[in-house]
T-cell receptor, first 113, second 112 residues
Framework: GAGVSQSPSNKVTEKGKDVELRCDPISGHTALYWYRQSLGQGLEFLIY????????KSGLPSDRFSAERTGGSVSTLTIQRTQQEDSAVYLC???????????FGPGTRLTVT | DQQVKQNSPSLSVQEGRISILNCDYT??????FLWYKKYPAEGPTFLIS?????DKNEDGRFTVFLNKSAKHLSLHIVPSQPGDSAVYFCAATTSGTYKYIFGTGTRLKVLA
């Protein structure tokens, strides 16, 4: 079966532009997470979706960041007016009901120039 | 405030020897712990987990030990193989919640 997929794998954008990152979770997984890994850092929690419940957005670093999950499946993370400090690898993960293990996608490496 | 800490950023071990990766946590509410392995340009993959009702969990060459009083867990890899070279993350969570807190990772290099 297919794992978690993310697109694009790499994105280079100019400062001030908007970007959209996509995540396709494993079919049937109700939980979906977005994380960010900056150079030399651990995984920083951004947002969590569980079924039809309101998402936990407590990890989003600023109001330039938003995410949605359509139909309980695909999720899009949007960063508006990108800044150089947004450069990082953005990882998506899905799981069955926590605290079971998460399955991660390969990530999107975002570079803001 | 880092609730999960991996104080060793890197570790080198000879092939065939034991690798011991350490992780400390501060939140006593954590009751489930996981280890992930990450190769370059790939997402982390789940390795092994342990519930706080246990102090040891074993899966093949991988064993995780949990010392609740010390708020410390460790991952033992025996024998270490060159293919084990990767970054290892520990993560912690509290049952009934969904937030996982990850450490900053330890880069393991197994020398042939």
């Amino acid at each position: 079966g297919a794992g978690v997929s993310q697109s694009p794998s790499n994105k280079v954008t100019e400062k001030g532009k908007d970007v959209e990152l996509r995540c396709d979770p494993i079919s049937g997984h109700t939980a979906l997470y977005w994380y960010r890994q900056s150079l030399g850092q651990g995984l920083e929690f951004l947002i969590y979706f569980q079924g039809n419940s309101a998402p936990d957005k407590s990890g989003l670093p600023s109001d330039r960041f938003s995410a949605e999950r359509t139909g309980g499946s695909v999720s899009t993370l949007t960063i508006q007016r990108t800044q150089q400090e947004d450069s990082a690898v953005y990882l998506c993960a899905s799981s069955l009901k926590p605290p079971l293990e998460q399955y991660f996608g390969p990530g999107t490496r975002l570079t803001v120039t | 405030d880092q609730q999960v800490k991996q104080n060793s950023p890197s570790l080198s071990v000879q092939e065939g020897r034991i690798s011991i990766l350490n992780c400390d946590y501060t939140n006593s509410m954590f009751d489930y712990f996981l280890w992930y392995k990450k190769y370059p340009a790939e997402g982390p993959t789940f390795l092994i987990s342990i519930s706080s009702i246990k102090d040891k969990n074993e899966d093949g060459r991988f064993t995780v030990f949990l010392n609740k009083s010390a708020k410390h867990l460790s991952l033992h890899i025996v024998p270490s193989q060159p293919g084990d070279s990767a970054v290892y993350f520990c993560a912690a969570t509290t049952s009934g919640t969904y937030k996982y807190i990850f450490g900053t990772g330890t880069r393991l290099k197994v020398l042939a």
